[in-house]
């Protein structure tokens, strides 16, 4: 798993009412959500951004609702993976469930700014921030378990497997 | 070595002999719940995955509480979906407008759930059922979808941090204002990842109302379940509602917990959580002059009928502020009901209160008080994130009912000792 893009960063308890406001969870359509990802933190979010872009933030991304329409919009949007000091519990199971792919690192927040372009290496658990003279920063490993439903392209089908 | 209540339901719900913290397990589920916005997706999920029956009928929950009665077309198609699904499998519990609560008041009310199961919700506040000395903790649509499915679900054993609550609590104080002050001091990720285990001699005051207004509140902490243990208040209140069997956990004295938090209540005062995080919390000695526009009594945090019976107090022969929208939302139809027979509806109509039939619909910023661009709310629900209630620019203050029901008569955040 690799992901290169362009960093679009967040700070701490980014919540998510935030990511998709409950005011469009009349529907779960992904398309739609997109439309609305991060509207309420940054209303020209979508305009601004590009396939493969990835969103950097803080502590406890993803808190407050348990709304999976949250890494549903991120995921429709286009971003490619979100990194993060941490993430709130109940958003990390949905997003692996999911297959958005998050990763936690304590160090690329500070190290990173706007729009600058980073690779995101899952298999090395390295990130690299181009064209800078930063080294390699470490990324948090992901339990085997988890690996496997990112690998089964997520729960439902990892549950399919099993069964098989 | 001991486990902690968390680690033993966990464990009686796996085939292990103990289990400890860091492992990964899967356990069966006693009550799996979903909603109107979060169940369209795990039925949808469910169904691609090639699910017919769900795992057991009894045990699968749905209930219409966010957008209903309807408020717009979408969200009547959402229900639909969801209604047809709960009919063609013939679930037990599924309760439709004019049967239906708030989701989390309804299920313990009820006595759908119980002492010592094992609960997932698809609504990050179905930890509100610890309060009995249950396992609750909310997910996400399609790890409800795979509990659909296979009765199971996966969970990384948390660690246990333990508050310990001393003291007797001030006049006016109440649960709302604990779990409040925990927040403020521990922050919104104070808890990450982490069980919450309430103990100390302050818990033999509190009623089950208040116990459920605390374990509602543990996820604003992060934390992945807040946990009482049952005592004589736990059996009494399941006792005549249970139709099932059901078990009392408690901690074993050798359980090794990750930290632990003494709190004395006594110096607390009524708490008012600021814009725009729960975490940002006052005493309401030190809120200042904050004017208000809409005030709103209900929600899964604070819709019971003690919360009720709090503010009709307070409101009796009082009306609310002139520029004060006051709005007050019993959370089941038996809280309604109940307040009608003991006079509370006549309490807050005669106050100037909008008194509306349960529904989520203010605390998600859904319908039924909306707030516009600029207006302020004190509200007794669990969140106050940007846009919660409305426009971006409106602004929320959590609170009890008691500060929320004195705030809609002053027309300022205040606490009902300046009535
Ligand atoms: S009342 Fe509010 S917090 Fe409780 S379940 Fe409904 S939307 Fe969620």
């Known amino acids: 798993m690799k992901f290169r893009g362009k960093v679009w960063k967040f700070g701490n308890n980014v919540d998510t009412d935030a990511i998709i406001a409950a005011r469009y969870l009349v529907s779960s359509d992904p398309a739609f959500l997109a439309a609305h990802c991060m509207e309420d933190a940054d209303p020209d979010f979508m305009k601004k951004i590009s396939a493969g872009d990835i969103i950097v933030a803080g502590e406890n991304f993803g808190c407050g609702s348990s709304r999976e329409h949250a890494p549903i919009a991120i995921k429709a949007a286009g971003i490619s993976c979100v990194v993060a000091k941490s993430f709130a519990r109940i958003f990390y199971r949905n997003a692996f469930n999911i297959g958005l792919p998050i990763f936690e690192s304590r160090d690329l927040w500070d190290a990173v700014s706007d729009g600058q372009e980073i690779e995101v290496d899952g298999d090395n658990g390295t990130i690299r921030i181009l064209n800078s003279n930063s080294g390699p920063l470490r990324i948090e490993p992901i339990p085997p378990f988890m690996q496997q439903l990112v690998s089964d392209g997520g729960l439902m089908k990892h549950i399919a497997k099993k069964k098989a | ?419």
């Open chain 2, 1 to 419: 070595m001991g486990m902690t209540i968390t680690e033993k339901i966990l464990c009686r719900h796996t085939g292990l002999k103990e289990l400890h913290p860091g492992m990964l397990i899967n356990a069966r589920v006693d009550i799996a719940l979903g909603n109107d916005i979060t169940a369209p997706i795990a039925i949808a999920e469910f169904r691609k995955a090639g699910g017919l029956k769900v795992f057991d009928r009894d045990k699968v929950v749905l209930i219409p509480d966010h957008f209903t009665p309807n408020k717009d077309i979408d969200s009547a198609q959402q229900c639909k979906f969801m209604r047809e699904f709960a009919r063609e499998q013939g679930l037990t519990h599924y309760y439709d407008v004019g049967e239906v609560g708030i989701e989390h008041a309804l299920l313990p009310e009820q006595g759908i759930v119980l002492p010592g199961d094992l609960v997932i919700g698809a609504d990050s506040h179905t930890c509100t059922y610890g309060a009995l000395g249950a396992f609750a903790t909310g997910v996400g649509s399609t790890d409800l979808a795979a509990v659909m499915m296979t009765g199971e679900v996966w969970f990384k054993v948390p660690e246990t941090m333990k508050i310990v609550f001393s003291g007797k609590m001030k006049k006016w104080v109440s649960g709302k204002d604990l779990i409040l002050y925990i927040i403020g001091s521990i922050g919104v990720d104070g808890a990450l990842y982490k069980a919450m285990e309430f103990a100390g001699d302050t818990i033999g005051q509190l009623s089950m109302a208040d116990r459920l207004t605390i374990a509602n509140m543990v996820i604003e902490a992060g934390a992945k379940n807040g946990i009482f243990i049952p005592d004589d208040i736990t059996k009494a209140y399941v006792a005549e509602r249970a139709k099932r069997p059901y078990s009392f956990y408690n901690s074993d004295p050798d359980c090794q917990y990750a930290d632990v938090i003494n709190i004395n209540v006594s110096g607390i005062e009524p708490q008012v959580a600021f814009p725009h995080i729960p975490s940002n919390v006052r005493g309401i000695s030190q809120v200042g002059d904050v004017k208000i526009d809409q005030v709103v009594i209900g929600s899964c945090t604070n819709g019971r009928i003690e919360d009720l019976r709090v503010a009709a107090g307070i409101l009796k022969n009082k009306k609310a502020a002139p520029r004060v929208r006051l709005i007050i939302v019993p959370a089941t139809q038996g809280i309604y009901k109940q307040a009608l027979q003991e006079g509370l509806i006549e309490i807050f109509i005669d106050a100037h209160a909008a008194v509306s039939t349960p529904t989520c619909g203010a605390c998600l910023g859904g319908h039924m008080g909306v707030l516009a661009d600029g207006e302020r709310a004190v509200s007794t629900t669990n969140r106050n994130f940007i846009g919660r209630m409305g426009h971006t620019g409106s602004e929320v203050y959590l609170t009890s009912p008691a500060v929320a029901a004195a705030s809609a008569v002053l027309g300022r955040i205040a606490g009902p000792e300046e009535l």
